[in-house]
């Protein structure tokens, strides 16, 4: 395999570079999830008008239809430039854009796939329930097909950013005579719809980035169904791959820059022993060089996940195995950071706020699939063991 990018990769870094240096907001994503919905979505207007919106989607859905390495390449620059995180825009543009360009209808697409790109809508991700969450297939939030419509009851929970989205990739149970994994539908849901209620959840870091929501006999249009009715299962698992495949790029560089700000926060900080800094100390020096190590490891795991997606349009197991060594290298890095900063690393708010990204380090752990259901998928679909019952 060749590492190396090419003549145009080149030039087309230097050009991401440029534009994001010039054009990416230099002052802090607001903290609460309401102030933050404008500001997300005038950056990624931004994003569009600058003609940096969706990478590699297809040209004919507004995107740039450049490839995977390119995308790749916009995360990296993306995360030098300190840009902010993509927030209340990322349902839409990693996952509910990504599955409705491979599984939506004509119609669909051309409803969304605009709307999403150009930051006028903001999306959420209606999967788990409080009964349903690594077995997914367990869900029972219910939909009654009742003339053009399906009606909604049920409930759903831990959705990131239901308080301020306009749609849901929402899945329902439509029919309860097969298995588990038969009868679910992936359906389109519009969060404004009558009978949809919205309670945000606080969280140990004292954000409020999830929700639970109830659904009382929401109508939702049968067209807005992704796939067929009975089918959504399939639909999901292309959403899942999605949303542990190539979105992990700009959380992974994100990392290895605090990795190395963390360096710098060691060159001045005291040791444990009092000798010298914390740098200089050597079991904190060996921590820092095993993290750096496995930020290469990390790196290089992408690439050839990027290069094995080259091959194919939808994102396979390869994703859970990266999501596994980002999640436990973060919880380390933050852990470490907190050792470092001594008693600074307990007042929340302060040194770039490494006691929150701590604490926030341990939902990486759990989101978007926890680290023992990726390490069974691993384990039957990437290494070819039993399955799992
Ligand atoms: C920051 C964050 C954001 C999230 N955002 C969303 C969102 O937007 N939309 C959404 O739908 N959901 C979201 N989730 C929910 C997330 O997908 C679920 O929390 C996750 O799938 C785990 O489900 P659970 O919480 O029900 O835990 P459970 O499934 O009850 O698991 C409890 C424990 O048992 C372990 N376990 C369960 N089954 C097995 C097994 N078969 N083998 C080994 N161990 C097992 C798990 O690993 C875990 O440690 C989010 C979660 C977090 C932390």
Known sequence: ?????????????????????????????????????PFDLAWQRAQFDGGWAGVSWPKEYGGRGLSLIQQMIWHEEYAHADAPYIGSCFVGINHAGPTLITRGSDEQKACHLPRILAGEVVWCQGFSEPGAGSDLASLSTRAEIDGDDLVVNGQKIWTSFADVADYQELLVRTNTDGGKHVGITWVIGDMTLPGVEVRPIRTMDGGAEFCEVFYTDVRIPLANVVGEVDDGWSVAMSTLGFERGTAFTARQIAVARSLEKLMTIAKDRPSPSGVGTAFDDDEIAMRLARLRAEVTAMRAMTLAAISRACRSPVPGPEGSMLKIFLADLEVRLRRLGLEILGPDGLVMGTAADWPNAYLRSHASKIGGGTSEIQRNIVGERVLGLPKHR
């Open 1 to 37: 395999m060749d590492l190396d990018v090419t003549p145009e990769e080149r030039r087309f870094r230097d050009e991401v570079r440029t534009w994001l240096h010039e054009n990416a907001p230099k002052e802090p994503r607001p903290p609460t999830e309401a102030e933050a919905r």
